[in-house]
């Protein structure tokens, strides 16, 4: 079975200071990894997509993949309160998609706070 | 650019009557497109996807259908809903030519069954 596992948190970050999310899966083959920002009562938005081993850096967002350890993670620096929203975590298994359809695995979301 | 709609933001329906839930992408061809549902405090349960005009795959076995009449319109239909359909119904693509593979999501549809 195609897993992504994330902590549901809640995690409650200070203003300024660094968030780290976290999310591990399940099959060593996945190779597109996303992170999606959901606000309460609004629809998933995308906020980073990674493929490569290492660090992406998209102004305040950094996502780290390590496919050995099947670990992906995202840091926000600098946290401001417009942040606090849940945040989910994608995979695109290989194996789990059929010819064209390219099937995204969620995870539950962590649910992020950041106090003012 | 792309734009994804889907309406009515909102459905009030009593158990027992059919529904209809309508998504347009506009701004690129031949994307696929997925039919979400996300129940109250849960996660993403994928319903339905397809990728193209009148090829619809069903991941989970229930009282709902869907169908692709066109290649950038995907509908979601039911005969008679239950309670347990209430959820927020979210629609999605993704440019088959991108090798990215990024998934978009449309403002979804919040449905309440009574």
């Known amino acids: 079975q195609k897993e992504v596992e994330q902590n549901s948190g809640p995690l409650s970050v200070p203003e300024g200071a660094i968030a780290s999310l976290n999310c591990t899966y399940s099959?060593?083959?996945?190779?597109?990894f996303f992170w999606y920002r959901q606000y309460s009562g609004k629809s998933p938005e995308l906020i980073m997509s990674?493929?490569?081993?290492g660090d992406k850096e998209d102004g305040r967002f950094t996502a780290q993949l390590n496919k050995a350890s099947q670990y992906v993670s995202l840091l926000i620096r600098d946290s401001q309160p417009s942040d606090s929203a849940t945040y989910l975590c994608?995979?695109?298994?290989?194996?789990?998609?059929?010819?064209?359809?390219?099937?995204?695995?969620f995870g539950q979301g962590t649910r992020l706070t950041i106090n003012p | 650019s792309q734009t994804i709609h889907q309406w009515p933001a909102t459905l009030v329906q009593p158990v027992g009557s059919p529904l209809s839930l309508e998504c347009t992408v506009e701004?690129?061809?031949?994307?696929?497109l997925y039919w979400y549902r996300q129940a109250a405090g849960r996660g993403l349960q994928l319903l339905f996807y397809?990728?193209?005009?009148?090829?619809i795959s069903s991941e989970v076995p229930q009282n709902l259908s869907a169908s692709r009449p066109q290649d950038r319109q995907f509908i979601l239909s039911s005969k008679k809903l239950l309670l347990s359909d209430s959820g927020f119904y979210l629609c999605?693509?993704?440019?088959?030519?991108?090798?990215?593979?990024?998934?978009?999501f449309g403002p979804g549809t919040r449905l309440t069954v009574t």
């Open positions: 999605a693509w993704i440019n088959r030519r991108e090798r990215a593979y990024e998934q978009y």
């Open positions: 701004g690129t061809s031949n994307p696929n």
């Open positions: 994608a995979v695109n298994f290989l194996a789990f998609s059929g010819a064209g359809a390219q099937k995204l695995v």
């Open positions: 397809s990728v193209g005009i009148g090829q």
């Open positions: 099959d060593r083959g996945s190779q597109s």
């Open positions: 990674i493929y490569s081993n």
